[in-house]
């Protein structure tokens, strides 16, 4: 079989380790050739291809990024998309299709699928919020940056007696913001699932700080917004590539400083949450899901997406996963909110 193999979508530590699964699994196992095609569904459209062999995946197990490149192009959203996509996979001959990526990609996935191509599908993005599947390939790497970083604010907090506020990625979902604040003892989380009272984080922060301590950190979700009708209001800055980077911890940041008189600073994490090498846990996980992958399109078994459930990794259908987005659950938001 000729397998295509994409990766979509912004970039996430682990992408090499599920390329390489692929590869090493479809060459010694199955005798398949793996067809890369570079920059997302956008080089497939282009037919921008490389064929990987075993040379191409050596020693990249623990590098961040994709070798394949990637690109946020989606072929149901352009005009004439879905046609040179058909197009490329008829030249190259591909019998099936191995797509990485996130919400956008995998729906895109699913379109092509409807369109009659076999797909299998492997979610990987760091917000954690692809549907039907426990975990996502990045999103533990992600989670373990983020912890990282807000120990370090710890320390600089206290010496200096400030609120910290820290802005994570996390445009429709909390997790890696409410995951983040729990691992990094944070006293106060702000997540898109429940939109926030700025009047009461500041009531708590004051009570903090004339009860027991002179420093606080607070953890904002990009796309945390104000409950409507409360003291502070303001829409997502949204600008060409998504919601604007800094612009919600800087509006948050300014409401508490100007309401307690605090010293309150604000740290954007921005695209260092994504970068590096992927954690152990990623690369298992990524390693796993391209395994299962591989097989599922060996054994004709299309339109499906690789999923972590519990200890398992196992296929559910693509249909069912596509255009949806999994929330962070009501009891992880409570022990967030309990150990503040």
Same mark, same amino acid.
């Given at each position: 079989?000729?397998?295509?193999?994409?990766?979509?979508?912004?970039?996430?530590?682990?992408?090499?380790?599920?390329?390489?699964?692929?590869?090493?699994?479809?060459?010694?196992?199955?005798?398949?050739?793996?067809?890369?095609?570079?920059?997302?569904?956008?080089?497939?459209?282009?037919?921008?291809?490389?064929?990987?062999?075993?040379?191409?995946?050596?020693?990249?197990?623990?590098?961040?990024?994709?070798?394949?490149?990637?690109?946020?192009?989606?072929?149901?959203?352009?005009? &004439?998309?879905?046609?040179?996509?058909?197009?490329?996979?008829?030249?190259?001959?591909?019998?099936?299709?191995?797509?990485?990526?996130?919400?956008?990609?995998?729906?895109?996935?699913?379109?092509?699928?409807?369109?009659?191509?076999?797909?299998?599908?492997?979610?990987?993005?760091?917000?954690?919020?692809?549907?039907?599947?426990?975990?996502?390939?990045?999103?533990?790497?992600?989670?373990?940056?983020?912890?990282?970083?807000?120990?370090?604010?710890?320390?600089?907090?206290?010496?200096?007696?400030?609120?910290?506020?820290?802005?994570?990625?996390?445009?429709?979902?909390?997790?890696?913001?409410?995951?983040?604040?729990?691992?990094?003892?944070?006293?106060?989380?702000?997540?898109?699932?429940?939109?926030?009272?700025?009047?009461?984080?500041?009531?708590?922060?004051?009570?903090?700080?004339?009860?027991?301590?002179?420093?606080?950190?607070?953890?904002?979700?990009?796309?945390?917004?104000?409950?409507? &009708?409360?003291?502070?209001?303001?829409?997502?800055?949204?600008?060409?590539?998504?919601?604007?980077?800094?612009?919600?911890?800087?509006?948050?940041?300014?409401?508490?400083?100007?309401?307690?008189?605090?010293?309150?600073?604000?740290?954007?994490?921005?695209?260092?949450?994504?970068?590096?090498?992927?954690?152990?846990?990623?690369?298992?996980?990524?390693?796993?899901?391209?395994?299962?992958?591989?097989?599922?399109?060996?054994?004709?078994?299309?339109?499906?997406?690789?999923?972590?459930?519990?200890?398992?990794?196992?296929?559910?259908?693509?249909?069912?996963?596509?255009?949806?987005?999994?929330?962070?659950?009501?009891?992880?938001?409570?022990?967030?909110?309990?150990?503040?």
């Amino acid at each position: 079989m000729r397998v295509g193999l994409l990766t979509g979508g912004g970039d996430v530590p682990g992408l090499n380790a599920a390329i390489r699964a692929v590869v090493k699994r479809g060459d010694t196992e199955h005798g398949h050739q793996i067809i890369g095609f570079r920059n997302g569904w956008k080089g497939v459209a282009e037919g921008d291809v490389v064929q990987l062999g075993r040379q191409n995946i050596r020693n990249v197990l623990a590098t961040g990024g994709t070798l394949l490149g990637t690109a946020r192009w989606h072929p149901h959203r352009n005009e &004439g998309g879905l046609e040179a996509v058909q197009a490329t996979l008829e030249a190259e001959r591909i019998d099936a299709l191995i797509c990485i990526g996130g919400d956008g990609t995998l729906h895109a996935a699913s379109k092509v699928a409807a369109a009659g191509v076999p797909v299998v599908g492997i979610p990987k993005t760091i917000d954690n919020d692809v549907w039907g599947t426990d975990a996502s390939i990045g999103f533990d790497t992600a989670v373990t940056i983020v912890t990282e970083a807000i120990d370090r604010i710890h320390t600089t907090a206290e010496s200096h007696n400030r609120v910290m506020v820290v802005e994570v990625m996390g445009r429709s979902a909390g997790w890696i913001a409410v995951t983040s604040a729990i691992a990094g003892g944070a006293e106060i989380v702000l997540a898109p699932e429940e939109p926030f009272d700025i009047d009461t984080v500041v009531k708590y922060l004051r009570h903090r700080h004339r009860a027991h301590a002179s420093f606080s950190i607070v953890v904002v979700a990009e796309g945390a917004v104000p409950a409507p &009708g409360t003291a502070m209001q303001f829409e997502t800055e949204v600008g060409e590539f998504g919601i604007v980077a800094g612009a919600t911890g800087e509006r948050v940041r300014t409401e508490i400083a100007a309401r307690t008189g605090f010293d309150t600073r604000v740290t954007v994490l921005g695209h260092v949450q994504r970068g590096g090498s992927p954690t152990a846990a990623d690369r298992i996980l990524a390693s796993r899901f391209g395994m299962l992958a591989i097989d599922a399109v060996s054994d004709k078994v299309d339109n499906m997406m690789t999923a972590l459930h519990g200890e398992k990794v196992e296929l559910v259908p693509i249909a069912e996963i596509a255009g949806k987005v999994k929330h962070v659950p009501a009891d992880l938001l409570e022990v967030a909110k309990a150990l503040a």
